[in-house]
């Protein structure tokens, strides 16, 4: 199968995997490629390159799939909990970036997976697409210099 082939099968398969998946297995989806996103920049990073399109796709992700979709009158608190971790995790990227710190860029990884784990357990289906699940489960460190507001 030749790369073009390949590279049409893999987008029909998202695209298949989008249609029938309700909005938390979405959510689940959009981190998955935030986190893809962040280790490839992450590896970039490590190998004295800038990772561009890696991080633009993360902070486009974060922006548009994450951040955007709160509902701030339903959640409340949690909603403004979950925008202050976005809105730290795209500064934290930049900052990443400017300083050339992958360590940076893993501390973001660490903030955001457990979401992830959490929003993987109420969307139990979501551990079928492309076995992306596993690949992200770990135990974390948070950094301390994250604040949020109390639930």
């Known amino acids: 199968m030749n790369a073009k082939v390949a590279k049409a099968y893999a987008n029909n398969e998202v695209e298949s995997s989008v249609i029938s998946s309700?909005?938390?297995?979405?959510?689940?989806?959009?981190?998955?490629?935030?986190?893809?996103?962040?280790?490839?920049?992450?590896?970039?990073?490590?190998?004295?390159?800038?990772?561009?399109?890696?991080?633009?796709?993360?902070?486009?992700?974060?922006?548009?799939?994450?951040?955007?979709?709160?509902?701030?009158?339903?959640?409340?608190?949690?909603?403004?909990?979950?925008?202050a971790i976005y809105e730290w995790s795209l500064r934290e990227m930049v900052n990443g970036r400017i300083e050339k710190s992958p360590q940076k860029i893993q501390e973001v990884i660490e903030v955001?997976?457990?979401?992830?784990?959490?929003?993987?357990?109420?969307?139990?289906?979501?551990?079928?697409?492309?076995?992306?699940?596993e690949r992200f489960i770990k135990k974390t460190v948070r950094p301390t210099n994250l604040s949020v507001v109390n639930a």
Do not use: M
């Open 22 to 83: 309700d909005s938390k297995e979405l959510v689940v989806l959009v981190y998955e490629r935030v986190l893809d996103n962040l280790k490839i920049g992450k590896c970039a990073l490590e190998n004295g390159e800038y990772g561009v399109e890696a991080f633009a796709k993360a902070n486009d992700l974060i922006q548009q799939g994450l951040l955007a979709c709160l509902d701030y009158s339903a959640g409340q608190d949690i909603a403004i909990n979950l925008g």
């Open 112 to 133: 955001l997976t457990p979401l992830y784990e959490a929003w993987l357990s109420l969307a139990p289906k979501a551990q079928l697409h492309n076995g992306q699940a």
